[in-house]
């Protein structure tokens, strides 16, 4: 008797698991997209629209000469920048990209122009004076 109903139970519960199985299979594993929350989900969307939110592609190469210097984004009105010159330096060179033309490296004559970020367009706010 007692095996009977153990029996039972043990039908019910698998007729319950394979439920649960077969929904699961039908939906599959959820995408990046799907399971991100919070300011991962906000990273992903923006990335998805070509933005890149937090500055974490690697940035675009630019010659550094007059006609194609490079563009470093900046806040404020002035930024320190560091330039390697050649490939295997092991020492930087610093120098401060100051508002307005472009500016050469003191060591080895590469062009760098300081520029503002790109705003945000949903804001309210205006940056304009």
Sequence with gaps: MAFRVLLRTCRGLQAFMKAIFLNAAFSGI???EEQAAGLERRI???LKKGKDP????????YAGTKADPHVVPCIGNKRLVGCLCEEDNT???WFWLHE??????PSCGSIGMRSLPVRNT???QSYES
């Design 30 to 32: 959820p995408t990046d």
């Design 44 to 46: 992903l969307q923006e």
């Design 54 to 61: 937090y500055s974490i592609l690697k940035p675009k190469e």
């Design 91 to 93: 020492a930087i060179v």
């Design 100 to 105: 307005g033309n472009a500016q050469r490296c």
């Design 122 to 124: 949903e804001s309210t």
